[in-house]
């Protein structure tokens, strides 16, 4: 055996290793990770690593002990295992106060809302057997805290004075101080939280709210939809066969590739906009989790499912494609299979706890979404396209497989970006600045790889 095939071969038992550390970490505390599935604009996260805020990415995971919070120009959405979201608008803040399994399996969640506007597009597993309990979703803000035990989509906004509740879909339970009532689809609750300093006042009201058979509309309400209508129409298309107990992660891989079927190897899936010398590898970086390690980021936008599941395998005259499977093991570090001789395989860092940038690395959309006319290129793989902002993506790859040329496309009429000022309904001018706290990144080399996008089309 050569000595360069016996490094490769240490370097992948490193790497499996490493991976197993993770999974079994994970397992052992029922602990659940789920994913900051989009980025727009200035956007920060606390991963509870002692560091604070730093700039968030597109797939960074997200554990118990987050902290998530926008700018004024920010957005961001985090996506559950079952598909379920909460997003939050401009100004907002929340903390993931629990993440983890319970003993029948169900999934607990803990969200605390500290500011701003959040939106829940939830839809829990149904429980047929009476005797268990089902996933629980509770979400905090003030002195306050609303049950989701079915599906619902709602929003929330939150100031100093008071709460609104409005209920798109659904119903939802929300509980005070002084009891509990249901607020119904299409109806709104308004809580003044002024009266909850006075709650050891027995002579004062513990707290006041007002039902109302309507709500108001919010300048976010239409990104929330957009990102909701994505979802819906991409989380079932593309004809996959695969059997994942996992939503989360399916509408981009529809969005952004497609399943197929290759003799000796399954059912697999492929980005569009790939060249011959592409890499899964090429673009991404590191980033440390306490308890878990450095884990691997991917820069691409559909890269969550196909980085913590299943694995990578290199398919003579079809390339990079990614197999489905190893749904009980999340893993941190990339699975390779059958990888090309001089394939560099992802390798965390060995010390440090800061994040670690490859290629063209971690991903964020700009605020103002996609520009009007947006250039792919040959070996991108999607890298900067923006979910949902091109349509008919299948039909483009097609083309510039034949033409192996960049392809220029107009994109979907980005929704604006507003900041909350004081109280409900009123919004402040979008902000071009886009400063925050050092993100404490390196820079680490890249793989070998084809062309990168140009630097118009890349994220900011």
């Given at each position: 055996m050569s000595?360069?095939?016996?490094?490769?071969?240490?370097?992948?038992?490193?790497?499996?290793?490493?991976?197993?550390?993770?999974?079994?970490?994970s397992a052992e505390s029922k602990a659940r990770i789920v994913r900051l599935s989009e980025v727009q604009g200035t956007v920060q996260i606390?991963?509870?690593?002692?560091d604070g805020f730093n700039k968030a990415f597109i797939n960074?995971?997200?554990?118990?002990?987050?902290?998530?919070k926008t700018g004024k120009d920010g957005r961001a959405e985090v996506e559950f295992e079952d598909g379920s979201a909460l997003r939050l608008a401009p100004g907002s803040e929340v903390n993931f106060i629990h993440l983890a399994l319970g003993d029948d399996g169900q999934k607990l969640s803990t969200v605390q809302l500290v500011s701003g506007t959040v939106y829940a597009n939830l839809h829990p597993k149904s429980v047929y057997d009476k005797d268990k309990a089902g996933d629980q979703f509770l979400l905090n803000f003030a002195r306050e805290s609303i049950t989701v035990a079915q599906a619902a989509h709602f929003r929330v906004e939150l100031d100093d004075a008071r709460a609104a509740v409005a209920v798109f879909k659904g119903k939802l339970s929300a509980t005070t101080p002084s009891g509990q009532f249901d607020v119904a689809e299409k109806h709104s609750a308004t809580i003044d939280l002024a009266s909850n300093h006075l709650a050891n006042d027995d002579s004062a009201p513990k707290d006041?709210?007002?039902i109302a058979k309507n709500y108001d509309t919010d300048p976010s309400d239409a990104w929330d939809h957009q990102q909701t209508d994505y979802h819906d129409r991409y989380a079932t298309a593309g004809g996959s066969s695969i059997n994942s107990p996992y939503a989360y992660g399916m509408s981009d891989l529809n969005y952004y590739g497609n399943f197929m079927t290759v003799p000796g190897f399954g059912n697999v899936w492929q980005p569009y906009f790939i060249g011959a010398n592409w890499s899964p590898f090429q673009d991404g970086g590191w980033a440390f989790y306490p308890g878990g390690g450095y884990m691997w980021v991917s820069g691409y936008p559909w890269g969550w499912m196909p980085y913590n599941y299943g694995n990578w395998a290199f398919v003579p005259g079809f390339g990079w494609v990614w197999q489905p499977g190893l749904w009980n093991s999340f893993?941190?570090?990339?699975?390779?299979?059958?990888?090309p001789v001089r394939t560099k395989i992802p390798t965390p860092p060995v010390r440090g706890h800061q994040t670690v940038m490859v290629g063209l690395g971690l991903a964020a959309n700009p605020a103002a979404g996609a520009p009007l006319r947006l250039t792919i290129n040959p070996g991108s793989a999607g890298f900067g396209v923006p979910r949902g902002s091109v349509r008919h993506l299948d039909r483009l790859a097609k083309t510039m497989e034949r033409t192996s040329r960049p392809v220029v496309v107009a994109t979907a009429p980005p929704v604006s970006t507003a900041a909350p000022t004081t109280g409900f309904g009123t919004r402040s001018a979008p902000s071009s600045t886009r400063g925050g706290p050092s993100?404490?990144?390196t820079p680490m080399g890249a793989p070998h790889r084809s062309a990168a996008p140009p630097p118009s089309s890349r994220p900011h």
């Open positions: 000595i360069a095939r016996l490094g490769k071969i240490l370097a992948m038992l490193a790497v499996l290793a490493a991976a197993f550390l993770v999974v079994s970490a606390d991963r509870n690593t002692g960074l995971p997200v554990i118990e002990g987050s902290r998530l006041s709210f007002t893993s941190g570090i990339p699975r390779v299979v059958n990888p993100t404490g990144m």
